[in-house]
Structure formats: structure tokens, C-alpha cells
């Protein structure tokens, strides 16, 4: 069974800074795909970053970037310059392999950025 | 964007009275999820759909049953409303590429 764990659940990060979030996975899947969304205090979720198992160089997204370490299992999002609008709750994701793609996610982080 | 609408957006209602929550996509996706949210838990996945009437059992599926005639639309019944289905529950597709699975703008649901 897949399992994404996210460690952090609240985080702080001072404005124009940048800021880790840590996401670590499990499975015995050779193919798969991970997930970064955004989820503001208004509800809706927010696609921001993908990364395939076998994609050789880390995704980026504008400011956003993952950090994926296949042999450690964790795929970590970064995100350059901190904005007061990237106060939110982030999920990490992840969709197995198979015909079904289904698509099992963490327990969130709640990033708040300090003016 | 992908084009997704839940329907209804808020919804209250009393214990053992059956519920049905409607997502409707206009992008021709095959796959289709409804997941809960609840604080602490994240997005926890209720059912799934890998095409027209093929539906799969999620984590949390107890309670629920889902139905799919056609590819834009996918059914999530609560076959009698319990307190503990209240939640967020949010639709979402996915298309073959499977590197972005798009998101509806949920629903809220109070079960008094």
C-alpha cells in the first residue's frame, strides 16, 4: 500500500525567504508520480507541481520546485522567495502505478509567511 | 483550467436521509476520484472510476456508493447520512497524461 507522510504540520517563513517542505513516500511501485498542491483559506485545490518517477531532473514550476530523491523516497517542495499569498495548506501526493491511478495524499502543511 | 462543477456547493441534512453530490467534467477525462477532507486527515479517497460504469473502493468507502453512466459524470451517494460524513468532499479527474489530477471546488456537507 502507498503511504505519503508529511512531517511538518505548521511552518513559518519570513517573506522573500525561501522554505523546504518535506513530503516522504513509500512504495514497492517502480512507476509513479508526485504531487504538490496548494489549498488557500478560500478551499479550493491548486495544482502546482508534478514529477515522475522517471524523470531524471527535478521539476520546476516559477518559483516552486521539487526536490525528488528516488533512493531516500522523499520529494520535497521548495519554494523560492516567499510570498504573503503562499500562506496556505500544501499536500504532497502520489499515484500509483496502475490502470486505476489512484492518487493516495499526505496530511498537509500549513505554511504561513511573516510579513 | 479543466472544467469541474460539484453540485450542490453546501448542502445540510439530517441524519438518515440519503444524499447525493454530483460532479460534472467537461474535459472528456477518463478517471474520476471523490475524496473527504477532514482536519487532520488531508484528502482521504472515497471512490474512484477508471471509465463509463468501472468504479473502485477507495480508503473511506464505507457508507458511500458512487455511479458512473457517463464520462463527465460521477455520482457520490450517501446511502443513509450519518454525522461522521460531515465534511469537505471534493471531485476530481484525471486524463491520460496523469500528470495533473484537477480538482472541483468542493462541496460542503453538514449531516445534523
Known amino acids: 500500500a502507498q503511504k505519503i507522510t508529511q512531517t511538518q504540520p505548521g511552518m513559518f517563513v519570513q517573506e522573500k525567504e525561501a522554505v523546504t517542505l518535506d513530503c516522504t513516500y513509500d512504495?514497492?511501485?517502480?512507476?509513479?508520480?508526485l504531487f504538490w498542491y496548494k489549498q488557500p483559506s478560500s478551499g479550493e485545490m491548486i495544482f502546482l507541481i508534478y514529477?515522475?518517477?522517471?524523470?531524471?531532473q527535478n521539476a520546476t514550476e516559477g518559483r516552486y520546485s521539487l526536490n525528488f530523491q528516488k533512493a531516500r523516497k522523499s520529494a520535497n517542495l521548495v519554494i523560492s522567495a516567499s510570498q504573503l499569498g503562499d500562506s496556505a495548506m500544501y499536500f504532497c501526493?502520489?499515484?500509483?502505478?496502475?490502470?486505476?491511478?489512484?492518487?493516495?495524499f499526505g496530511t498537509g502543511t500549513k505554511l504561513q509567511v511573516i510579513p | 483550467d479543466a472544467g469541474i462543477t460539484q453540485s450542490p456547493r453546501h448542502k445540510v441534512t439530517e441524519t438518515g436521509t440519503p444524499v447525493t453530490l454530483r460532479c460534472h467534467q467537461t474535459?472528456?477525462?477518463?478517471?474520476m476520484y471523490w475524496y473527504r477532507q477532514d482536519p487532520g486527515h488531508g484528502l482521504r479517497l472515497i471512490h474512484y472510476?477508471?471509465?463509463?460504469?468501472?468504479?473502485d473502493k477507495g480508503e473511506v468507502s464505507d457508507g458511500y456508493s458512487v455511479s458512473r453512466s457517463k464520462t463527465e459524470d460521477f455520482l457520490l451517494t450517501l446511502e443513509s447520512a450519518t454525522s461522521s460524513q460531515t465534511s469537505v468532499y471534493f471531485c476530481?479527474?484525471?486524463?491520460?497524461?496523469?500528470?495533473?489530477?484537477?480538482f472541483g471546488p468542493g462541496t460542503r456537507l453538514t449531516v445534523l
Open positions: 501526493a502520489m499515484r500509483d502505478s496502475g490502470g486505476y491511478q489512484k492518487v493516495t
Open positions: 512504495t514497492s511501485d517502480q512507476s509513479y508520480g
Open positions: 514529477q515522475g518517477s522517471y524523470d531524471e
Open positions: 474535459e472528456n477525462h477518463r478517471y
Open positions: 472510476s477508471y471509465g463509463v460504469k468501472d468504479t
Open positions: 476530481a479527474s484525471q486524463g491520460a497524461q496523469a500528470d495533473t489530477q484537477y
